[in-house]
């Protein structure tokens, strides 16, 4: 089945620090592909998404590019700030059945 | 617009009770799903609907059920709570015709505590 592996938390940076966040997929088709982001005592919002391979995805200084060779969806920002502070979640949407398969989310914290 | 809105956003209840949670989704989507997000287990998916139809469903027992209304408006429901049902319930939506490509917008969530 559909699946999605994202790297171990928490991760602590410094601000103007490099995030990466690694997240590889399974799937059986082409999945689409997204980062959803969520603040502490929020819902999920969308970050990010690329819908087929070698898409690059971007939103506030993040970025993410499809790699279907590696099943991966790597997201990235140059120069985290104080308020990128969150859970991060990588997921995928497969078989046009509307549902979305997260991966364990990653929380980031960032320190002034 | 306005975005997808939730209510309750938090709800106390004791084990054996039950429990309905709604959901209104963004001014023109047909499509709302429904998921479960605990410390344990992750965001797991409950169910999707579309045109008072639910068109896919996850690995939850039967005391989870759902239903939408003919303005798109969902509510679930869980009977005969349990410890293990405390949780964030997420409802998002989607216009529904798109397929893979679409994004599903997310509501804040309601917190919901068995004791």
């Known amino acids: 089945g559909d699946s999605v592996t994202q790297m171990e938390g928490p991760v602590t940076l410094s601000e103007e620090a490099f995030l990466t966040i690694n997240c590889t997929y399974t799937?059986?088709?082409?999945?689409?592909l997204f980062w959803y982001v969520q603040y502490p005592g929020e819902g999920l919002q969308l970050l990010l998404k690329?819908?087929?391979?070698?898409d690059k995805g971007s939103n506030k200084g993040f970025e993410a590019t499809y790699r279907k060779e590696t099943t991966s969806f790597h997201l990235e920002k140059g120069s985290v700030q104080v308020s990128d502070s969150a859970v991060y979640f990588c997921a995928l949407s497969d078989r046009h059945d509307y549902k979305l398969s997260f991966g364990a989310g990653t929380t980031v914290t960032v320190r002034a | 617009k306005a975005g997808v809105t939730q209510t309750p956003r938090y709800l106390i209840k004791t084990r054996g009770q039950q429990v309905t949670l709604s959901c209104s989704p963004i001014s023109g989507h047909r499509s709302v799903s429904w998921y479960q997000q605990t410390p344990g287990q992750g965001l797991q998916f409950l169910f999707e609907y579309f045109s008072e139809t639910q068109r896919n469903k996850g690995n939850f027992p039967g005391r989870f059920s759902g239903r939408q209304f003919s303005n798109s408006r969902s509510e679930m429901n869980v009977s005969t709570l349990e410890l293990g049902d405390s949780a964030l319930y997420l409802c998002?939506?989607?216009?529904?015709?798109?397929?893979?490509?679409?994004?599903?917008?997310f509501g804040p969530g309601t917190r919901l505590l068995v004791l």
């Open positions: 799937a059986t088709g082409y999945p689409s």
């Open positions: 998002a939506s989607s216009p529904g015709t798109s397929g893979i490509q679409e994004t599903q917008y």
């Open positions: 690329a819908t087929k391979a070698d």
